[in-house]
């Protein structure tokens, strides 16, 4: 009987592709279109992002949206929209910030973010509870 040599060898790499996070942005302070039609922007702003997917390390993402300070879905569009201008009753608090939602919800904010359309904001806000 004569050996068999074993001519495949096959090493393990744990490496993992790294994706890279999403900024979205609203109609009128984009950087880019993205191929779903959505506004986005190249980083994180804190005056522009209004979305963002997080990439974790696990390979698992995490969906924010900006909502205000009575964590209602983030209207740039609305009176109250312009965010270097107003700063509510006490300027010590920011206006918005980030917080985690479901898939539906994000991807009806996105679409709010895509068309001005309220009626999707509205949605995002039942998706939320």
Same mark, same amino acid.
Request: glycine residues 0%; charged residues 30%; proline residues 3%.
């Given at each position: 009987?004569?050996?068999?040599?074993?001519?495949?060898?096959?090493?393990?790499?744990?490496?993992?592709?790294?994706?890279?996070?999403?900024?979205?942005?609203?109609?009128?302070?984009?950087?880019?279109?993205?191929?779903?039609?959505?506004?986005?922007?190249?980083? *994180? $702003?804190? &005056? =522009?992002? %209004?979305?963002?997917?997080?990439?974790? *390390? $696990?390979? &698992? =993402?995490? %969906?924010?949206?900006?909502?205000?300070?009575?964590?209602?879905?983030?209207?740039?569009?609305?009176?109250?929209?312009?965010?270097s201008a107003y700063r509510g009753k006490d300027q010590t608090r920011p206006t918005s910030k980030f917080v985690t939602v479901?898939?539906?919800?994000?991807?009806?904010?996105?679409?709010?973010?895509?068309?001005?359309?309220?009626?999707?904001?509205?949605?995002?806000?039942?998706?939320?509870?």
């Open positions: 009987m004569s050996k068999k040599s074993n001519n495949f060898i096959f090493h393990r790499t744990n490496t993992v592709p790294t994706q890279t996070n999403e900024y979205y942005a609203f109609i009128d302070e984009y950087d880019f279109i993205d191929n779903d039609n959505n506004y986005r922007s190249e980083s *994180e $702003d804190d &005056t =522009k992002t %209004l979305a963002k997917v997080l990439y974790r *390390e $696990d390979s &698992t =993402k995490k %969906l924010m949206i900006r909502v205000d300070h009575m964590y209602k879905p983030y209207n740039p569009a609305s009176v109250y929209g312009d965010r479901n898939q539906n919800a994000f991807n009806a904010y996105l679409n709010f973010l895509r068309t001005k359309n309220v009626s999707w904001l509205l949605n995002t806000e039942r998706e939320m509870q």
